[in-house]
């Protein structure tokens, strides 16, 4: 592996102001919509749709403020400028959140390339949303603030709280726009950009589902394709005790703050016949679409059965859960894609064997076709206030554009003294490299704009970078080659919008945490008794704002879109 040298980092910086400065006008980039996850060619044509109206505001702005930026000097008058970072509790001994190599670092950059003086101010992560409302409300935040938090956003963009950064984007931004444009769309609302959005790097399903292939060997099976094929599978496995006297073909846990355990195999009984229905019903609220009560009535079925977790919804901190498949107990499980990973490596390591959970795509839809939830392709919202003075705000989007160069992303998230692979992949320093270089425990909470680099979208190097960088021999490089080939069928994103009703700001965050609770009742209460809980958990939800929210989402698809429901 080859050292970077300070030189040949500073070379690159240089450069890649450069090129921002001569790619000032690349692109429209305003959009009211952002795709996430019916095909990926639905998903494409509603982002095109959305993209349409905020396009259409913003393209002579770009195309008249990029030549003026290209015409100009980037480094300008003197400036200073607050910039937000999260304090994790974990900086170097001798070192602050605010004050360490890292952010001396950048200091140093932008001050060179820009005559920028930056300043941070430290928000504890645990409650940094509560603690920017607070500034914000007293006049007092930083001049870039962020939050992962769609509601909070909307708030501040709605209520005139976030400057307006469409003219500033249009003239600075060509580097975000270059790098990160599959994000941008999600910080604009009707024609307006309040937020430049950060670009997450690999693209990840939602959730994956494993199944033990020694059971399928042991039992003369095929890895399922269907539901059907998997039922056959799962009875099979109890009956037969594959796991011994505490058998659990299908393995769950209890979270109350995801959907992670049900929501590829409900979802699987949706149709979603237009983008329209995919809006109303993304994701959280896919439990009560048309079609998902069979999902939920087939997992009642077969926790009654015995193929489920007996009482798995007590089991909210998921020990029992990885402690079954570490055991050797289940036999199937649906997870976040790599949450099951490290049960699957005491399995396997105490089996002496490697390869026993294997990806598996087997929730076909009605038309015979697969459907897998991908994220979105943009994580946080990154801001500016309107409190904050226009040269400032100015100072800000050239300091966010410089973050979005991969390189200067890659040496603030791995470093200024990463290293790399033989594949080109940067490795990142250990906590105890880190502690001793004086970076902070976490450098890629300054990294608040980019990680889509070169590397994360090739699955051979990604694969190989995965199984290289494995904490024991548990695994092997073609299952990891498999991992990404599976987790990639039936690629999918919701359609999603910057903007929130004001029914989802108020009822949201309860009714999707009675969502995931409705679920778990139907899934375990006596069978006929479903009908019953279904009807009245629906109700339950109804009262508590779910229709409103739903009517509000068609209503808005509308209002953008010019269509009306059939």
């Known amino acids: 592996m080859k050292r970077k040298s300070l030189l040949k980092r500073s ?88 004050d360490n190599n890292l952010t001396q670092w950048i200091k140093d950059q932008v001050k060179e390339l820009y005559n920028i003086n930056v ?81 997450r790097g690999a693209e990840e399903p939602r959730h994956t589902a494993y199944i033990r292939q020694d059971w399928l060997d042991e039992l003369g099976m095929d890895i399922p394709t269907t539901k059907e094929e998997l039922e056959e599978y799962l009875y099979a496995a109890k009956e037969n005790n594959l796991g011994g006297d505490n058998t659990i073909p299908w393995a769950m846990s209890g979270r109350t703050d995801t959907e992670k355990m049900y929501l590829n195999f409900v979802g699987s009984y949706v149709t979603l016949d237009s983008d329209r ?119 800000c989007m050239k300091y966010l554009n410089w973050m979005a160069d991969p390189e200067v992303a890659m040496n603030i998230y791995y470093t200024p003294d990463h290293t790399t692979n033989d594949l080109g992949v940067a490795v990142a320093p250990t906590t105890t490299e880190l502690q001793e270089l004086g970076y902070p425990g976490t450098p890629d909470d300054l990294s608040i704009v980019n990680q889509n680099y070169t590397w994360v979208s090739d699955d051979d190097v990604m694969a190989q970078t995965s199984y290289e960088n494995r904490t024991s021999d548990w695994v092997t490089l073609d299952w990891y080659e498999n991992l990404y080939k599976v987790k990639a069928v039936g690629k999918y994103r919701f359609p999603t919008y910057a903007y ?13 945490t009675r969502m995931v609770e409705f679920v778990y009742n139907c899934i375990c209460c006596p069978s006929d008794q479903f009908d019953s809980v279904y009807d009245s958990g629906y109700q339950e939800l109804v009262n508590a704002g779910m229709q409103k929210i739903i009517d509000a989402r068609a209503a808005y698809y509308d209002s953008v879109n010019g269509t009306t429901a059939e």
Not at 61 to 82: F, K, M, P, R, W
């Open 11 to 98: 070379l690159a910086v240089l450069l890649a102001a450069a090129m921002a400065v001569m790619g000032g006008a690349c692109g429209s980039s305003s959009s009211s919509s952002a795709t996430s996850e019916p095909a990926a060619e639905s998903a494409a044509s509603t982002q095109e749709a959305a993209s349409t109206e905020a396009a259409a505001s913003t393209e002579a702005a770009e195309t008249t403020a990029g030549t003026e930026a290209a015409q100009s000097d980037l480094y300008g008058d003197e400036v200073t400028i607050n910039v937000m970072v999260w304090d994790r509790g974990n900086a170097a001994p001798g070192t602050t959140t605010e």
């Open 119 to 199: 300043e941070y101010t430290a928000v504890p992560r645990s409650e940094s949303d509560d603690k920017v409302n607070i500034m914000m409300s007293g006049g007092t935040a930083p001049d870039i603030i962020m939050t992962y938090d769609q509601a909070l956003f909307y708030n501040y963009a709605s209520s005139g709280a976030l400057k307006d950064l469409t003219d500033l984007y249009a003239q600075y931004g060509g580097t975000i726009e270059e790098y990160c444009s599959e994000a941008e769309p999600a910080g604009v609302i009707d024609g307006v950009r309040y937020a430049v959005m950060k670009q």
């Open 277 to 395: 229905e995919a809006y109303m019903y993304s994701e959280s609220y896919m439990a009560v679409a048309p079609g998902s009560e069979e999902g939920l009535r087939k997992l009642n079925q077969w926790y009654n059965d015995g193929l489920i977790s007996p009482d798995f919804p007590t089991d909210s901190a998921e020990d029992v859960y990885k402690a079954a498949i570490a055991n050797g107990n289940a036999g199937f499980v649906l997870d976040d894609v790599y949450n099951p990973h490290a049960s699957f490596e005491v399995l396997n390591n105490t089996l002496g064997t490697q390869d026993v959970f294997v990806p598996v795509q087997c929730f076909d839809l009605p038309d015979g076709s697969y459907r897998t939830p991908y994220e979105y392709r943009y994580a946080m919202y990154v801001m500016i206030p309107a409190t904050t003075g226009d040269a400032e705000a100015e100072a």
């Open 500 to 512: 929130i009703s004001p029914d989802e700001q108020t009822y949201g965050t309860d009714v999707k």
